[in-house]
């Protein structure tokens, strides 16, 4: 018998990557609620047409095993809500916790919803964010995302429902939207750039690398009732960051220093300080615990996985 999975989100930059990776094993059936129709997915598997609010009615759970929860509002960069901090927490936490709820009532046996390593804050000082770090979120889209993980596991309790949070750090590929589908454009553009000098660390995730983790989360029993922390093998500068990418495009990166006060100044006349933050400050996270519990190994190294996007991005573009 196929176990029956719920992906919500189903169109966007990861959920679409997980749709397809889980069409592609004939052990799960998929039902995907979607805000309108798609031509993409195959047709062996169930799409949804809700409401134009997807929450506005149940979404059938009937006989599903898994629910993997990925929609929500995400970052915006120019937000015009009059309150953006309710707007994230209609979406990111009430209609969460209301899908959990229909869930644990549905009889679902687990459900994983996929957080955000903003969680934990912007930037590390000293040492590595893992899962026993103190939450520190400072952005909107974050503090939703804390309330939702809260509210989740306080709903969980004395429930038969299990609960996976996943926080990952920046998700990228070659089209990868947001601040990264920038810094591919620039790249690609063979723009002296001026990032030679930093020696920031960074840790972020392949597409690839987070949807073989979300799958691995499905099916393990060691995931049940557990936070994980996730990222590729290990760090990298924005400077490698952008070699490696210009070497994907078949181009060398056109590097020159430029002190981090000056990055800081003009960061601040902007007003980019979250700029700032992603291009010169350090973000690492220690994932040991999905490694030692799960036995979790990426399957793309990030070097690869870097490259790749470059090229896909070129290919793509062209």
Not at 53 to 66: D, E, F, H, K, W
Request: net charge positive.
């Amino acid at each position: 018998m196929k176990t029956k999975i719920v992906v919500t989100g189903s169109t966007g930059f990861v959920g679409r990557a997980l749709a397809e990776c889980l069409i592609s094993h004939s052990e799960y059936e998929l039902l995907l609620p979607v805000r309108k129709n798609v031509s993409f997915f195959s047709d062996n598997i169930q799409v949804l047409l809700p409401d134009q609010n997807m929450y506005a009615r149940p979404i059938p759970l009937a006989n599903v095993q898994t629910v993997v929860h990925l929609a929500g509002r995400a970052h915006i960069l120019a937000d015009h809500a009059q309150d953006p901090l309710d707007e994230f927490r209609k979406i990111n936490v009430k209609a969460t916790v209301d899908l959990a709820r229909q869930s644990i009532l549905a009889g679902v046996k687990r459900f994983i919803f996929v957080s955000s390593i903003g969680v934990n804050g912007t930037q590390t000082i000293d040492g590595a964010f893992n899962e026993s770090s103190i939450p520190n979120p400072l952005a909107d889209y974050a503090i939703s995302k804390l309330e939702a993980e809260k509210a989740l596991w306080e709903l969980v309790k004395g429930s038969s429902m299990e609960l996976v949070v996943i926080r990952p750090p920046l998700v990228y590929a070659g089209h990868a939207p947001g601040n990264f589908n920038r810094l591919l454009k620039l790249v690609s553009l063979g723009l002296p750039l001026p990032f030679a000098s930093l020696k920031n660390s960074r840790s972020m995730i392949a597409l690839e690398n987070l949807v073989s983790f979300i799958c691995l989360c499905i099916k393990h029993p060691f995931a049940a009732n557990q936070l994980f922390l996730i990222a590729d093998a290990y760090p990298v500068s924005t400077a490698e960051i952008v070699t490696f990418l210009a070497e994907g495009m078949g181009r060398k990166s056109r590097l020159f220093p430029l002190a981090d006060p000056l990055f800081r100044f003009g960061a601040i006349m902007l007003r980019k300080m979250a700029v700032y933050h992603q291009l010169c400050g350090s973000l690492i996270v220690d994932d040991r615990k999905a490694r030692d519990l799960l036995g979790w190994v990426p399957p793309l190294e990030i070097t690869d996985a870097l490259r790749l996007a470059g090229r896909n991005y070129t290919e793509n573009k062209g």
